[in-house]
């Protein structure tokens, strides 16, 4: 069973990187501040987060540094109890 930071890492290589685009997204790589996601894929990256493992992120708990990286977003599953 695929674990939660490579099915988040491969959801955001396959939804926000064009194909020919040459950034590398890797666990650390910066996704809001490095311009990969913006607000609106945000709110489609937690929609895809709460459809994948059945929890409900409230917005407060949603905020840019949450979701800036792989490993930020991996952090904020944990206290919904995925791994």
Known sequence: ME??????????RKEYL???DDRVVEY???LI??????SFS???LKVFL??????QIPDAK???EAFDSVNN????LKGFGVN
């Open 42 to 44: 945000m709110v489609s």
């Open 28 to 30: 650390d790589t910066p």
């Open 18 to 20: 064009e194909d020919g």
């Open 3 to 12: 674990n939660a930071k490579d099915a988040v890492l491969d959801y955001v």
């Open 73 to 76: 977003i991996v952090e904020l």
């Open 50 to 55: 709460e459809t994948k493992y059945n929890i």
């Open 33 to 38: 501040s490095g311009g990969i996601v913006d």
């Open 62 to 64: 949603a905020t840019p």
